[in-house]
Every structure is written in structure tokens, then in C-alpha cells.
């Protein structure tokens, strides 16, 4: 089942972020991983959202997203968006 990893974040070291972005496609592209969205300002329609920027991916299930999150590649690019910014990253099973 599909399954879609949103992340809500807000970048504070720029630099550093865009280090971790410019390599975060080749590796999320070499685990079978879509790009969905991404946006630094999205539109809030209803309630208050902390964040600065969403993320939305999508993985064939669990086990490709796993296999993709805890790769020796993105946890080596990741070091740099965690220092990088604050938020929150939910994983959801698609109907």
C-alpha cells in the first residue's frame, strides 16, 4: 500500500539546508521515491501552522520508504537538514 511522508519544517541555516536539498533528490530518486510537493509558502487554509515549509513524498509502502529513511545515503544528507532546520515528518498509508 502507498504510503506518503510529509514533513513541515522550518529552515534555520539556510546554507546548510540547501546543501542537504541539492542531494536530497538523486537519493530520494534512487529508492523509488516521488516528489510530490514542495513549498515554502504554502497557502494555510484553516487553523495556525508553525512551520515554514511542507514536503510531501510518496513510497510504493512502508518497506521502500523504510529502506529509503534509514539508508546509509540519506542519513548522511540528513545530518544536515536536522541541524539545519526544526519540525516534524508524518508518515501516512494511502486509501
Not at 32 to 45: F, M, N
Request: hydrophobic share 45%; no cysteine; proline share 2%.
Amino acid at each position: 500500500m502507498t504510503v506518503y511522508a510529509m514533513a513541515q519544517i522550518s529552515i534555520h541555516d539556510r546554507e546548510r539546508y540547501n546543501s542537504y536539498a541539492a542531494r536530497f533528490m538523486d537519493v530520494l530518486l534512487g529508492y523509488g521515491g516521488r516528489l510530490l510537493a514542495a513549498d515554502e509558502r504554502p497557502e494555510v487554509i484553516e487553523g495556525d501552522w508553525p512551520y515554514g515549509k511542507v514536503v510531501l513524498m510518496s513510497f510504493k509502502d512502508r518497506e521502500a520508504f523504510e529502506k529509503w529513511a534509514y539508508s546509509a545515503e540519506y542519513q548522511e544528507i540528513s545530518k544536515d537538514r536536522v541541524a539545519a532546520t526544526t519540525g516534524v515528518v508524518i508518515l501516512a498509508k494511502g486509501v
